[in-house]
Every structure is written in C-alpha cells, then in structure tokens.
C-alpha cells in the first residue's frame, strides 16, 4: 500500500484516490506499523477505491458523510466494510 505521512487534524488516516494511485495519508508512520488492523481497515478503502473508480469513492464518502452530519460511519455500509475487514484474514488481492 501507498503511504504518506500527513499530520492530519482529525482522525488517524484518510484514504483518497490520487494521480500516483490510491494513497493512504497517515498521522504517525509507528502506528502505522504497529496495527494491523488499522491496515486492514484503509486497505479496503483502497480496494473501494479499484472496485468503484476514485469519483464514485470519493462521492460515497462525501455523499454519506453530509447526509449523516457524522465523520465517523461505523454503520454505513463504505465503513461497515472496513471495519469488518479488520478482523478477517487478509484477502488476496492486497
Ligand atoms: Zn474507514
């Protein structure tokens, strides 16, 4: 996975669509690589990114994030996805 460290403001990262590929931008390069499952949980974001196109993505996530006035989706169907993704075995196109 594509990964760039950004001091974000909120949040521990936030995985967007980008002209080099789909980039994770992270807070800190240590948590990073300590947690596995908050691997997990952007690796599905990026494979949201393959399956849809980055203007589709980028749009549900926006889209859902508005419509919910909430930054944080735990029951939406685009975050239900990853954070189940965090407890399973890793898939085989990562
Ligand atoms: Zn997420």
Known sequence: MQTFVWKLQAG????????????????SR??????????KHEATHIRQIK???AAKYL???LWTRLRH???FLYNHP?????????????PDDV
């Not at 967007?16 to 992270?26: K, L, N, Q, S």
């Open 12 to 27: 521990d990262a936030v995985t967007f669509p980008t002209p080099w590929g789909p980039t994770v931008f992270i807070r």
């Open 30 to 39: 240590a948590q990073w690589d300590s947690d596995e499952a908050f691997r």
């Open 51 to 53: 399956r849809w196109g």
């Open 59 to 61: 749009w549900l996530h």
């Open 69 to 71: 006035f909430d930054m």
């Open 78 to 90: 685009i975050e239900r996805e990853a954070y189940d993704a965090e407890r399973l075995p890793w």
